[in-house]
């Protein structure tokens, strides 16, 4: 009997042992299976033209959230948004930019002529991403950070009069967050694109020029009259020639003695905008679930998470090929690896595609405001931009250590990148789905790749400054790291 007791115990210990082993050549046939070619032609797909640069709101953006539904089905996720539909759907306006956009200055020659200077498109300025239409041609003046806080004694608009002239501004505050949270949260609401605009818009300015590097941005307010552009240093060099101060010099002096430095320029610029404002624009996020097998873990969500939508026309297509293609690329690849090989996870995994993260990170606002499953048994793995270099950064993987381990073991096992983590403040603007995540109290971790040149929120993010190695490498590890910490018998929140 006892015997007989034994040979039977062993049998089931072998079976399942068997089970575990077999499961355990399926993970590793798994992550052989990503393939680099296969995370290059997804973000070819998204950075096609008929998406027109994934800008929430637009027809092409939901066209684009449907394909990748489409192959969230094929891999057997099951939908979690609205009434069953793959979709959780948000209000977004929005702004498109048509060509014919300029940005000039009228220089002095001589001692009366004077010579029109036009601006290089990218290189030297952007159109404002939420600008109005129109011409507008008006003196400059500089109005510092662009700042009323009557609270803290500061006030750029003070001593000038902007109205019917264009502002030049710049971004952030005087107070930066690095001087942390006492002396930064007094200036944090004033650091908004948005709270800059609106000041602007009040004090009757016709016009602004944003010192915010030739990029484009769709995380600011609209206001019908008010046209903008972003530009970068030879634009604001020209503006302070002649005036006896230099800019530099004079930001720093704003941030010592946090006393501001406005005044008129001596210049006339002319900014043409040739844009169309939707203001009633719908956007939605992407949801798929594949649910936990184990009655007890199963209640715990983790949630792979990358932002599908971009920055649409400006007035070229802009096509986000590593902001942020390569994240929703290696997010399928991860989805389908998990299908092919029919990987069971005992806890529930989300696969989360945010809109609008270029918008004021509506997408990842309206999950947490609306989430699907409970937030307080959530963890968020955001991915955001992890298609150029040949490292990969972890932000708050300090912050999370239990999370952070889980990759940074696959690394040291399968993967051998660079791994950099940090511990995040999250003091500053929000400026990654994380951080919404962050401040609902879910544990995040944030996934980018950095080690080499890449172009930022301008048409040169395309499908030529990929690296694919990289994104197979962050595929294979965020599937093995994945299954790891979906199966774990140990507690990761
Ligand atoms: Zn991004």
């Known amino acids: 009997m006892k015997n007989l007791l034994i040979i039977l115990f062993s049998f089931i210990l072998g079976g399942s042992l068997f089970a575990q082993n077999e499961q355990n050549e399926r993970i590793i046939s798994a992550m052989h299976s990503v393939s680099s070619h296969d995370l290059l032609e997804y973000v070819k797909i998204l950075c096609e033209d008929r998406f027109e640069g994934r800008l929430t709101g637009t027809d092409e953006y939901m066209e684009c959230a449907r394909w990748l539904a489409s192959f969230f089905e094929d891999c057997g996720l099951e939908p979690a948004g609205d009434n069953n539909t793959w979709f959780q759907y948000f209000d977004i306006p929005y702004t498109l930019i048509h060509p014919e956009c300029g940005l000039s200055i009228e220089l002095p020659v001589g001692k009366k002529g004077s010579v029109q200077k036009h601006y290089e498109y990218i290189t030297e300025y952007m159109p404002g991403s939420t600008s109005a239409s129109g011409t507008v041609s008006a003196g400059v003046v500089y109005a510092g950070y662009g700042i009323t806080a009557p609270e803290l004694d500061y006030d750029d608009y003070k001593g000038i009069d902007v109205k019917g002239k264009i502002i030049l501004i710049e971004r952030e505050a005087p107070v930066?967050?690095?001087?942390?949270?006492?002396?930064?949260?007094?200036?944090?609401?004033y650091s908004f694109h948005q709270y800059k605009l609106q000041n602007a818009v009040k004090h009757g300015a016709a016009g602004m020029i944003y010192n915010y590097g030739p990029i484009g941005n769709p995380n600011n307010a609209y206001d019908e009259n008010f046209i903008y552009v972003h530009v970068?240093?030879?634009?604001?060099?020209?503006?302070?020639?002649?005036?006896?101060?230099?800019?530099?010099?004079?930001?720093?002096?704003?941030?010592?003695?946090?006393?501001?430095?406005?005044?008129?320029?001596?210049?006339?610029?002319?900014?043409?905008?040739?844009?169309t404002h939707y203001p009633d624009g719908k956007g939605a996020n992407i949801i798929g679930i594949k649910k936990g097998i184990d009655p007890d873990l199963s209640d715990e969500t983790i949630i792979i998470g990358a932002h599908l939508d971009h920055l649409g026309k400006c007035y070229e297509i802009i096509p986000?090929?590593?902001?942020?293609?390569?994240?929703?690329?290696?997010?399928?690849?991860?989805?389908?690896?998990?299908?092919?090989?029919?990987?069971?996870?005992?806890?529930?995994?989300?696969?989360?595609?945010?809109?609008?993260?270029?918008?004021?990170?509506?997408?990842?606002?309206?999950?947490?405001?609306?989430?699907?499953?409970?937030?307080?048994?959530?963890?968020?793995?955001?991915m955001?931009?992890?298609?150029?270099?040949?490292?990969?950064?972890?932000?708050a993987g300090k912050d999370f250590p239990l999370l952070c381990k889980a990759f940074e073991d696959a690394n040291d096992k399968y993967i051998h990148r660079l791994i950099r983590t940090n511990s995040f403040s999250n003091l500053g603007r929000p400026r990654l789905d994380a951080a919404i995540?962050?401040?609902?109290?879910?544990?995040?971790?944030?996934?980018?790749?950095?080690?080499a040149r890449s172009y930022y929120h301008i048409p040169w993010d395309n499908i030529n400054t990929i690296t694919p190695e990289i994104m197979e490498d962050m595929a294979q590890l965020m599937l093995i790291s994945l299954i790891e910490l979906a199966n774990s018998d140990k507690d990761i929140m």
């Not at 503006?239 to 501001?260: D, N, Q």
């Not at 997408?363 to 699907?372: C, F």
């Not at 955001?384 to 932000?395: A, F, N, P, Q």
């Open 437 to 451: 995540f962050l401040s609902a109290g879910v544990p995040s971790l944030s996934f980018s790749t950095f080690g």
């Open 232 to 275: 970068g240093d030879s634009v604001v060099k020209d503006i302070f020639s002649g005036t006896g101060r230099t800019h530099s010099e004079t930001v720093e002096r704003i941030g010592k003695t946090l006393k501001p430095m406005s005044f008129e320029t001596d210049k006339k610029v002319t900014i043409k905008m040739n844009t």
């Open 320 to 382: 986000g090929a590593n902001d942020n293609a390569s994240a929703v690329a290696v997010m399928m690849a991860v989805a389908k690896a998990l299908n092919d090989y029919d990987i069971k996870l005992k806890r529930t995994v989300m696969f989360l595609s945010f809109g609008a993260e270029e918008q004021a990170l509506v997408g990842s606002r309206t999950y947490v405001e609306n989430p699907v499953r409970p937030l307080d048994k959530t963890v968020l793995l955001n």
């Open 384 to 395: 955001d931009g992890v298609g150029v270099g040949d490292r990969i950064s972890i932000t």
């Open 176 to 189: 930066s967050p690095s001087e942390g949270p006492e002396k930064f949260n007094p200036w944090r609401e």
